[in-house]
């Protein structure tokens, strides 16, 4: 026990050890026999080393230093000399009470003086202790940072040793700053150069004992006290490299998220979708994945509230959520469609709306945090992630469907439509009615209509499940894009069914040969109802645009931001008798634009013309008044024109064109413009007739004169 106790002793850090005091302690508990104490001497000794250590530098400092102190002392003796020779006059002339008339100035010479010692004395008493705490700190830092054990034991909570001596690391922050606080106090000091270099290579050391410890801690799946990381946080603020600790905290806890993810078997993925046929394993999956995730920023939001305050848990929790996801968006588009079978849109709506749900959950997480909290994402530092960039990150995986939603829609129906293609194959009918039949019977067998039947009924089931798809495949055009893409959507139906058309048209020729006709012979109701296919498909596509029509942006919005309970308000779909409305203004365009066109293709226009042309605009105006259309005003306006004579119709072109504002007036001036001109056209050849005349007179006029 005895020896246990001198042992400590020796290993005190104290300053003020005392070794020969030691060796008598020892002695006199050994009764004087030295030979007891041979245990102790190589401690003795390593403390020996550890002072002559700490004499030689404290020495090497002194010699540094002490030829600027040397200096300053003696400037200082100088200015002190001729000051006690002036308080020594003073002093005896208060005394002999013979003061001068010029005392006054004096003393306020004195006082200036005096003053400049004390500022001076001052100065050199604090550039003492600031270069005595430089030493002390360079001393303390260095063997903190050197020391492995004493990290450990700061980073691990480990205080077991703490009631023997105090440990330096915790300090080592506070130890930094009066450093650079001495630092700035003796910069105008000799040896200014080698302080800096030494601040600049401690903080390196700091940050390279710091940093792999700090990785290892956040490693864990559980954090659980966080004051070994706030301990890094000032440690690491203290040499201006906080920002380390953020970016690791960002960077490595979603490491079990990660593992979660890719954790996920593809195989087993593809098995159990090929026994249930739905494909809906990936995208239950992706429901429970998201609620991880969810889990995951609730459980660090409490972890960065504790380590970085409340201010910038918000800008942390978004990249933190950056880093979650962004590394997933290429295995995820991977997983979005796997290999094997074609492109499902199906399959990728299901997965768009567990990503729908999860953006929805997340915006509602970050607006409650606003809320307990008190800042908003407008609010905090100036890394924070804006809210666009909460989606776009979520959202990330489906650009590619977005960007190219033509060309993979067109692909998955092309193919959807093709495998509803009938085939038509009477060889086995001809086979069945052609055994014992005469030579007379043989047009019979060949025209049976069986076969004709059968493939018609196939084609009428065809076009039903057509329809169907078409339909199915606006739908989801609406729940993936909100509407956005309907014009890649109508583009993709027109090449799927325009492929399904040509498939249908080459059964005509197997048709053909089944009904022994000719190439150019009509093939019936079946041929001509293959040639109004495409018409029909195109009247069908217009109605379901005019259904599914809606705003993009509200519709979007909605989808991503809405409540789940609201039902999406939708247009109701059109009667027959609005859609044939529709078709009547869409033909009364088409007359109009080729009536329009035709005349303007008018080279002269008399009067006697104009009058015709107003009488056949006033009968196109009466058909489309019996057909229940609306009234057009540019054959309103041209009715009215075409009555004015020309100079009334020419003021009528000026007035027209005085409204520049007005994109309808610009139109008629136009047109009535382009007439005009029709009708100055016919009077050119009249005035060029007259003036020829008139030159010809004024010639006979001038030949009769001249001669």
């Not at 979603?254 to 993810?261: D, S």
């Not at 992630?385 to 990330?396: G, N, T, Y």
């Amino acid at each position: 026990m005895i020896d246990a106790t001198l042992l400590e002793s020796a290993a005190s850090p104290s300053t003020n050890f005392d070794a020969f005091a030691w060796v008598e302690e020892a002695l006199s508990s050994r009764s004087g026999d030295a030979s007891y104490l041979t245990p102790l001497v190589p401690q003795l000794a390593l403390r020996s080393q550890t002072l002559a250590q700490t004499l030689h530098a404290s020495l090497q400092h002194v010699s540094l230093a002490a030829p600027a102190l040397q200096t300053r002392l003696g400037a200082l003796q100088q200015n002190v000399t001729p000051l006690a020779r002036r308080l020594d006059a003073v002093q005896e002339a208060c005394a002999t009470d013979s003061v001068s008339a010029t005392s006054p100035g004096q003393d306020l010479r004195h006082l200036v003086t005096l003053h400049e010692a004390k500022r001076r004395l001052q100065s050199c008493s604090q550039a003492l202790v600031e270069a005595a705490r430089w030493g002390r700190n360079v001393r303390a830092c260095f063997a903190a940072v050197e020391d492995p054990t004493l990290l450990s034991q700061v980073l691990k909570s480990d205080f077991k040793l703490k009631n023997r001596t105090e440990n330096e690391a915790e300090a080592l922050p506070n130890r930094v700053r009066e450093m650079q606080t001495s630092l700035e106090v003796l910069k105008d000091l000799p040896g200014a150069w080698d302080r800096k270099q030494t601040m600049e290579r401690l903080c390196a050391q700091i940050e390279a004992a710091v940093q792999p410890r700090l990785v290892t801690s956040m490693r864990e799946d559980d954090l659980g006290d966080v004051a070994p990381l706030r301990w890094c946080l000032d440690v690491l603020g203290s040499v201006d490299r906080a920002e380390l600790v953020r970016e690791e905290f960002c960077r490595t806890r979603p490491a079990h998220v990660h593992r979660v993810w890719y954790a996920y078997s593809e195989q087993s993925q593809t098995e159990q979708e090929k026994e249930e046929g739905t494909g809906e394993s990936f995208a239950s999956w992706l429901e429970m994945f998201y609620g991880d995730v969810l889990r995951m920023l609730q459980r660090e939001s409490r972890n960065a509230k504790k380590l970085f305050g409340s201010d910038t848990v918000i800008s942390v929790l978004l990249a933190l959520l950056h880093n979650t996801l962004e590394p997933l968006t290429k295995s995820f588009r991977d997983r979005l469609v796997p290999s094997g079978p074609g492109f499902h849109l199906g399959r990728l709506l299901r997965c768009f709306q567990a990503t729908r749900g999860f953006a929805g959950r997340l915006v509602q997480f970050f607006r409650s945090l606003e809320i307990d909290f008190g800042v908003t994402l407008v609010n905090s530092d100036n890394n924070v992630v804006h809210a666009e960039d909460i989606l776009r990150v979520v959202f990330e995986p489906y650009r590619l469907y977005f960007t190219e939603y033509t060309r993979f829609t067109s692909d998955a129906l092309t193919d959807a439509l093709l495998r509803l293609v009938p085939a038509f194959n009477a060889s086995t009918n001809r086979e069945q009615g052609s055994a014992g039949i005469d030579d007379e019977f043989e047009g019979q067998v060949e025209g049976d209509a069986a076969p004709l039947d059968e493939f018609s009924q196939h084609l009428e089931e065809a076009s039903e499940a057509v329809w169907t798809l078409v339909n199915e495949s606006l739908q989801q055009c609406y729940e993936f894009t909100g509407g956005a893409a309907f014009p890649e959507a109508v583009e993709a139906i027109g090449a799927a069914v325009q492929q399904f058309t040509l498939a249908l048209s080459a059964t005509v020729p197997a048709i053909r040969k089944y009904c022994n006709t000719v190439p150019t012979s009509p093939c019936g109701t079946l041929e001509n109802e293959l040639c109004a296919l495409d018409t029909r498909i195109r009247v069908r596509m217009r109605e379901q645009l005019v259904q599914f029509f809606a705003p993009p942006e509200l519709a979007s919005c909605q989808r991503i931001f809405g409540s789940e309970g609201k039902v999406a308000a939708m247009e109701p779909a059109p009667t027959a008798t609005e859609f044939v409305d529709l078709w009547t203004a869409a033909v009364a365009s088409g007359a109009l634009a080729a009536f329009l066109r035709t005349v303007c293709s008018i080279p002269l226009l008399s009067e006697l013309g104009a009058q015709q042309l107003s009488a056949d605009l006033g009968y196109f105006y009466n058909v489309l008044s019996a057909v229940g259309g609306e009234g057009n005003f540019i054959v309103d306006d041209l009715r009215c024109a075409l009555d004015m004579d020309l100079p009334a119709h020419m003021q009528h072109v000026e007035e027209l064109r005085a409204e520049c504002d007005n994109p309808e007036k610009q139109a008629l001036a136009k047109i009535n413009d382009c007439v005009t001109s029709m009708r100055q056209r016919t009077l050119e050849p009249s005035r060029r007739l007259s003036a020829a005349s008139s030159g010809h007179g004024s010639a006979n006029l001038a030949t009769s004169q001249f001669y």
